[in-house]
Structures are given as C-alpha cells and as structure tokens.
C-alpha cells in the first residue's frame, strides 16, 4: 500500500514538473500568449462576445 502511495505522488511530481515546461509562454500578459480581453460595449459596459451592435442598448443609441 506504501509503494502504491509513493508511485502516485511520484508520478504526481513529473506530471507537473512538465506542465510547467510545457505551459510556460500560455496565459501571461507580457508573453503574447493567453486569451484576448473580451470586448465591451461603449455605451453600457456589458460584454459584447459576438461583436457589432450590442443587443441591450442598440434601441437607446441616438
């Protein structure tokens, strides 16, 4: 039961030693790489995922 434990946090242990070589340039602001900042509505300030006219103020423009 011992050896089980100690071959699980083992194995444990290298999986994140190459998780973090292989996510090194993913996620960080100065490195170019993560997700865009989602856009945002002028007018409101809601979240605007498909882009164009945002679909709760649009009727209020003008």
Do not use: E, H, Q
Not at 1 to 15: E, R, S, Y
Not at 47 to 55: A, D
């Amino acid at each position: 039961m011992l050896k089980i434990i100690t071959l699980f946090l083992v194995f444990m242990a290298v999986l994140a030693m190459f998780g973090r070589l292989r996510w090194p340039g993913k996620g960080g602001k100065g490195r170019g790489g993560g997700l865009p900042k989602p856009r945002l509505c002028p007018d409101c300030g809601r979240y605007n995922l498909r882009g164009g006219p945002c679909s709760k103020c649009r009727g209020n423009a003008g």
